[in-house]
């Protein structure tokens, strides 16, 4: 299966796609976690990445591509798919799609819809490095105005999977869940007794 997930600082993407990975085999890639990978290494391409990522900004475009490419060549994506986490978040990035999986398309988008006063509260739980207030700030601001203008477009191109993520951890999956069902891409008996509750399949 190949997915993408989208949604603003804090919505549960990573959260969610951990959960989805799981259930349903498909490779979890976060391009978040690729770059915080990057800075961790002792280069000046690590050196760069933790600045832009410190201040909250988009990371270059070619920079993110190179280093997810390598990701996508891995038997495991070539055979499950990926649930995608953080890319693409701007239209150029969604150009930029074709080259990570060129034979392939895209079978659905999750969009993960949140208030901004829950993720701020939900970042300043969590205190991450980058959770800091201007680097939130600038975060919030980013998603605005590159990821959301790229999301609204999204809808005419993918099937599209809109949930409401203000819920539980758990409600939020089973209606990804119902969302992927609905439009064919998974078979609700397929999935674990656990989830097989009154969430799944109704109104998601
Ligand atoms: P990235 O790592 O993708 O960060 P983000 O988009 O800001 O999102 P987060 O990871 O903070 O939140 P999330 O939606 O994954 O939520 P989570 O599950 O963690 O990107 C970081 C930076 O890298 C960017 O700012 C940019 O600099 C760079 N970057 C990344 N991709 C890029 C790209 N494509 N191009 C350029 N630059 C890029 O949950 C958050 C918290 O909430 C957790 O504590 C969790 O436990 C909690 N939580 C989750 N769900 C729920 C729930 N339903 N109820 C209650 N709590 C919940
Ligand atoms: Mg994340």
Redesign the pocket.
């Given at each position: 299966m190949r997915l993408l997930i989208a949604?603003?600082?804090?919505?549960?993407?990573?959260?969610?796609?951990?959960r989805i990975s799981a259930l349903l085999g498909v490779p979890h890639i976060?391009?978040?976690?690729?770059?915080?990978d990057a800075m961790g290494t002792d280069s000046r391409v690590g050196e760069s990445?933790r600045a832009?990522?410190d201040?909250?900004?988009?990371?270059?475009?070619e920079l993110?591509l190179s280093l997810?490419q390598q990701r996508f060549s891995a038997p495991d994506v070539v055979e499950q798919g990926y649930i995608l986490?953080?890319?693409?978040?701007?239209r150029r990035?969604a150009r930029l799609l074709r080259y990570l999986d060129p034979y392939r398309s895209v079978e659905a988008v999750i969009r993960?819809v949140?208030p901004t006063s829950?993720?701020r509260e939900?970042?300043r739980?969590?205190g991450?490095d980058?959770?800091h207030a201007s680097?939130v700030r600038?975060?919030l601001a980013?998603?605005e105005d590159a990821t959301r203008p790229m999301l609204a477009e999204f809808s005419r191109a993918f099937a599209m999977v809109t949930v409401d993520?203000?819920?539980?951890?758990e409600?939020?999956t089973s209606r990804v869940l119902a969302g992927l069902r609905k439009h064919g891409l998974i078979k609700g008996l397929d999935l674990p007794s656990r989830y097989a509750g009154s969430a799944l399949g109704n109104d998601a």
């Open positions: 949604g603003p600082p804090g919505a549960g993407k990573g959260t969610q796609s951990t976060s391009s978040g976690e690729v770059l915080r990445v832009w990522i201040r909250g900004q988009l990371v270059p475009d993110v997810l986490d953080g890319f693409p978040r701007n990035q993960l949140v829950v993720v939900r970042l739980r969590r991450r980058d959770d680097a600038v975060r980013e998603y993520a203000a819920r539980t951890v409600e939020v």
